[in-house]
């Protein structure tokens, strides 16, 4: 099992920036693939950034160029560095984990682009 716990989450002004964490439970050099997702209000949970294990990268469209998905391997966190915000960009975050064949999630940190 994995367990993920996110922070960072907040309220932030149209062009603010943000940084999300995402601590797991055991090496994530064990996990296949670890990303980040999320929700606004009424939509379908999506995909905003991803990474390997072998530190491969890939974002959505949508925020290519503003996000940036890293990680920490000594201290087993994955971080989304947010900037240039939109209100649109507003949503709760989740984080992902892909383990031996298992998709695990964090419960998710609460993201507000606003004025």
């Known amino acids: 099992q994995v367990q993920l716990v996110e922070s960072g989450g907040g309220l932030v002004q149209p062009g603010g920036s943000l940084r999300l964490s995402c601590a797991a439970s055991?090496?994530?050099?064990?996990?296949?693939?670890m990303g980040w997702y999320r929700q606004a209000p009424g939509k379908q949970r999506e995909l905003v950034a991803a990474?390997?294990?072998?530190?491969?990268?890939n974002y959505a469209e949508y925020v290519e160029g503003r996000f940036t998905i890293s990680r920490d391997i000594a201290k087993n966190t994955v971080y989304l560095q947010m900037n240039s915000l939109k209100p649109e960009d507003t949503a709760v975050y989740y984080c992902?984990?892909?383990?031996?064949?298992?998709?695990?999630w964090g419960q998710g940190t609460q993201v507000t682009v606003s004025s």
């Open positions: 990474i390997t294990s072998g530190g491969k990268t």
């Open positions: 055991r090496t994530i050099f064990s996990i296949y693939s």
């Open positions: 992902n984990a892909a383990y031996f064949g298992h998709v695990y």
